[in-house]
């Protein structure tokens, strides 16, 4: 993993994302929050020196705290940016991910909202973290390139699954993500086995996982953003060997990040945390056993909140069952 492009394997969905008024997901805008925690629980926890750049919020460096000030005061602000549906049937699912995952955060005390398209910036106003499961989400105009740039600034989080991490420019977006996969070129194993070898174990996103395998689709051929010393400036939570398959001759073998975090502060902001995996081509893997806890723990910790804020339902949440505004 020296070098600027490493192996890795992604079939893109078709770009089809069309303008569509926002679907919002269990509690939009406008909602009233929670009641605040009940006597007795901490209103907010002291803020740990959390790590800029490498840190990986394991409390290294100084910087930016690594859990937000005022974390369970209120709720965490999740916007689910999805997609139109692609691929065969139980693949790239984009919209069924807006329905269930509003549920199963909503459940957990978030406040969720989302659409089929990129956020504008009032509706990124109040939001902590970007979670994005839509083909070809590198694409985007430079109004939305302008939005995405100022909510990082205030230390926004991105959660990016499957080819959420596709576009144009790689060069670009791997600054966003931490890597990025171009459009158009054969980087992908298709249907095949992914042997998850776990790389970090001390990540608190981590926490608990052992090595397993589904049957998804594999990246490589990526483009990662670099270090002052152009090494990747990623920190690998999860390797899988490519599988041989016909679309990954030359690569077959080859150990690729298929899941890993990435910390930058772009000039003049305040420092942001990206996590990204690699999977959910096949959509029956997000609800695998080590699978889902694992992206909820990736969310909260991209929104800086205690890394198991959105582990546990919570009575009396969740009516609403993911059916957006004016839902029967």
């Not at 608190?204 to 152009?230: C, R, S, V």
């Not at 060997?241 to 990954?248: N, R």
Request: a neutral charge.
């Amino acid at each position: 993993m020296s070098t600027n492009r490493l192996a890795g394997l992604f079939a893109c969905g078709a770009l089809g994302v069309a303008l569509m008024a926002p679907v919002a997901a269990q509690q939009g805008r406008g909602a009233t929050p929670p009641p605040a925690p009940p006597a007795g629980a901490p209103a907010a926890p002291v803020a740990a020196p959390g790590g800029a750049g490498q840190g990986q919020g394991r409390g290294a460096g100084g910087g930016a705290p690594a859990v937000a000030p005022g974390a369970l005061a209120r709720p965490l602000r999740v916007y689910i940016r999805a997609g139109l549906k692609t691929h065969a049937v139980g693949q790239h699912d984009y919209p069924q991910f807006l329905a269930d995952w509003s549920k199963i955060l909503t459940e957990r005390g978030a406040i969720v909202d989302g659409s089929l398209h990129f956020p504008t910036r009032d509706e990124l106003a109040n939001i902590d973290v970007i979670v994005t499961y839509k083909g070809d989400a590198g694409y985007m105009t430079p109004e939305e390139k302008a939005n995405l740039d100022a909510f990082l600034k205030r230390g926004g989080g991105l959660v990016g699954l499957h080819d959420a991490i596709c576009g144009d420019d790689t060069a670009y977006f791997s600054t966003i993500t931490g890597g990025a996969k171009k459009h158009g070129e054969t980087n992908f194993t298709l249907e095949a086995e992914v042997p998850y070898t776990i790389v970090d174990k001390a990540h608190p996103i981590m926490a608990g996982m052992t090595d397993f395998k589904i049957t998804d689709e594999a990246f490589f051929l990526m483009t990662w953003a670099t270090n002052a010393q152009k090494q990747p400036a990623i920190n690998v939570l999860a390797t899988a060997k490519i599988a041989d398959t016909p679309s990954a001759k030359g690569f077959a073998g080859t150990d690729v990040p298929q899941m890993w975090t990435y910390e930058r502060t772009i000039f003049g902001g305040q420092p942001y945390r990206s996590f990204v995996w690699m999977q959910g081509h096949n959509y029956v893997n997000f609800a695998e056993a080590q699978v889902q806890p694992m992206l909820l723990r990736a969310i909260a910790w991209a929104g800086r909140y205690p890394i198991d804020a959105l582990s546990t339902v919570r009575a009396g949440r969740g009516g609403g069952g993911g059916r957006g505004r004016g839902g029967n």
